[in-house]
Nanobody, 126 residues
Framework: QVRLVESGGGLVQAGGSLRLSCAASGRTFTNDAMAWFRQAPGKEREIVVGINWSGGSFTYLDAMKGRVTISRDNGKNTVDLQMNSLKPEDTAVYYC???????????????????WGRGTQVTVSS
């Protein structure tokens, strides 16, 4: 059974940085893309950035381009999200997601993601 566990969230001042981590288990994620999503209060969940098995990545969310870096350790089944220059509008629950069997070199759209963790709260104060 696929399990994703996020960690690293917290309270940070505007302009600060946070590093989130996602530990994945339950299968070999060789052919699976992984991504970080976020959901702010009263809004739908949106994809932030994704990464495939080969390390190719893409930042989907324009509001965070240039401020986030995703990385992946295939040996440890972990995916990290480094966020810099955080703004109050980045406040949200951040989720790790996986798109099963999406292919080693593919970055699928948000609709192809199958599982998410419970999320970790990120709060940015002004």
């Amino acid at each position: 059974q696929v399990r994703l566990v996020e960690s690293g969230g917290g309270l940070v001042q505007a302009g600060g940085s946070l590093r989130l981590s996602c530990a994945a288990s339950g299968r070999t994620f060789t052919n699976d893309a992984m991504a970080w999503f976020r959901q702010a209060p009263g809004k739908e969940r949106e994809i932030v950035v994704g990464i495939n098995w080969s390390g190719g990545s893409f930042t989907y969310l324009d509001a965070m381009k240039g401020r986030v870096t995703i990385s992946r350790d295939n040996g440890k089944n972990t995916v990290d999200l480094q966020m810099n220059s955080l703004k109050p509008e980045d406040t949200a629950v951040y989720y790790c997601g996986v798109a099963l069997n999406s292919g080693r070199y593919t970055l699928p759209p948000a609709t192809k993601y199958d599982y998410w963790g419970r999320g970790t709260q990120v709060t940015v104060s002004s």
